[in-house]
């Protein structure tokens, strides 16, 4: 697909929490029957060479910068129960219409009673809606096609706020840490800096880093994409938030990965 197309990706402003800022951008489906762990998202390679570009972004600037794949932002338990309550409903109805009862002759005794009937009914409903429920919670386009954008993109901003603090990103010596969210369920991706890098760099750059990952996303090409936000990242603050002579590497460089 053409960049011109990827970028345009649709970008919606989350609003700041304590001065951090968030854009969330959508990258397209590329699995659509089961959901694609974090873990198996990217090679072994692919992981060591996103974790060299931190080290050699941060050879660059004071920034502390944390790369994080993570499966799913939310439990999102709505598409188990739709899916579930329709396939009940269909069952219900097939019942209805293959298996109709049908009063027999006089004197005709046959047949089953119809307690047993309608226990069997009820037993195979039962069936249906834990198998859909299994489907909604397993398939991952049903998942999205029954929970609401909106939602999802509240959920990845939460989690990622909430990583960004827990992860201690926020409480760097210099205030510099630098968050790059990758929800693979929501298609979403998060660029959340501490307010001393968005003083320096600005807002601008933090969205247009943010568009250049999901438009790498978008294309297939996630490592190289996010090597080269990292390392654009480490040049850009080079000079604004330089790297000291005693600077202490206070966050590990490496890929978190969060099934």
Request: aromatic residues 8%; hydrophobic residues 45%; charged residues 20%.
């Amino acid at each position: 697909m053409a960049a011109h197309s990827e970028v345009a990706s649709p970008v919606v402003a989350v609003p700041p929490a304590r001065g951090n800022q968030i854009v969330i951008p959508q990258f397209p489906d590329r699995k659509l029957i089961s959901m694609q762990s974090a873990f198996n998202f990217l090679t072994g390679e692919q992981q060591k060479q996103v974790e060299q570009a931190v080290v050699d972004a941060e050879g660059k600037t004071s920034c502390e910068i944390v790369p994080v794949l993570a499966t799913t932002s939310g439990r999102y338990d709505r598409p188990e129960d739709v899916v579930g309550l329709w396939l009940t409903v269909i069952t219900a109805l097939g019942f209805w219409y293959y298996f109709p009862r049908v009063q027999g002759p006089a004197g005709d005794w046959g047949g089953l009673p119809v307690v047993v009937e309608l226990i069997l009914a009820a037993l195979a409903m039962v069936i249906a809606f834990i198998l859909g429920a299994i489907a909604g919670s397993r398939i991952g386009w049903l998942r999205r096609l029954f929970t609401p954008r909106q939602q999802m993109q509240d959920e990845v901003a939460a989690r990622a706020r909430e990583i960004f603090f827990d992860k201690r990103v926020h409480h760097t010596e210099g205030g510099t840490g630098i968050l790059i969210y990758i929800s693979l369920f929501e298609h979403v991706a998060v660029a959340l800096a501490d307010q001393a890098v968005i003083d320096k760099l600005g807002q601008t750059f933090i969205d247009q880093i943010c568009q250049k990952l999901t438009a790498g996303l978008h294309s297939g090409k996630a490592a190289e994409t996010i090597c080269e936000v990292i390392r654009e990242i480490g040049d850009e603050a080079a000079t604004p938030l330089p790297r000291a002579s005693d600077d202490k590497n206070e966050l590990q460089d490496t890929l978190v990965l969060i099934d």
